[in-house]
């Protein structure tokens, strides 16, 4: 004889009540909404040993939590310097020389156009892991994953 299924039920045991919670905001949010999953030099494909992606995982949902609880994110890494620079954050200049990239390919370009001087790079390590995106004012959406810091060439 095989055991028994405990009988489980989707009917929650009481309705979701109105909280008095408030969201902060001015607190970052992060959207994937336009990340790109096709550009494989820009994704975690570019990771082949299992313990460095899971170590990038680990650092990823480690620093997006800690950028996340900053009031006013945005602000903060335009006005402390010493923050920004030692967590590898600054404006993407599609024009340096360094760069791989025109643009976000991935998007169209209206929306490329309108959003070209809010694009930035967020560091999480300091082994090269780095996120690329665009800002409309507290939500940061993530474009690429660049692990191997692709989109700067190494001088």
């Known amino acids: 004889m095989g055991k028994k299924k405990p009988k489980t039920?989707?009917?929650?045991k009481s309705m979701v009540q109105v909280t008095k919670i408030k969201d902060n905001d001015n607190n970052l949010k992060i959207s994937f909404a336009d990340l790109?999953?096709?550009n494989k030099k820009y994704s975690l494909s570019e990771l082949t040993d299992n313990k460095t992606k899971s170590q990038f995982y680990e650092d990823l949902i480690e620093k997006?939590?800690?950028?996340?609880?900053i009031k006013d994110f945005k602000?903060?890494?335009?006005?402390?310097?010493?923050?920004?620079?030692?967590?590898?954050?600054?404006p993407i200049n599609w024009t340096d020389n360094r760069i791989r990239e025109n643009s976000f390919t991935s998007l169209d370009e209206e929306k490329m156009r309108q959003i070209k001087e809010e694009c930035w790079q967020l560091g999480i390590n300091n082994q090269g892991f780095r996120i690329h995106g665009y800002f409309i004012e507290n939500i940061f959406y993530v474009v690429w994953f660049d692990p191997n810091h692709n989109m700067y060439e190494r001088k």
């Open 9 to 12: 039920s989707n009917k929650p």
């Open 36 to 38: 790109d999953l096709n």
């Open 64 to 69: 997006l939590h800690e950028y996340s609880n």
């Open 75 to 90: 602000k903060h890494i335009s006005t402390e310097h010493w923050y920004r620079n030692s967590n590898h954050i600054h």
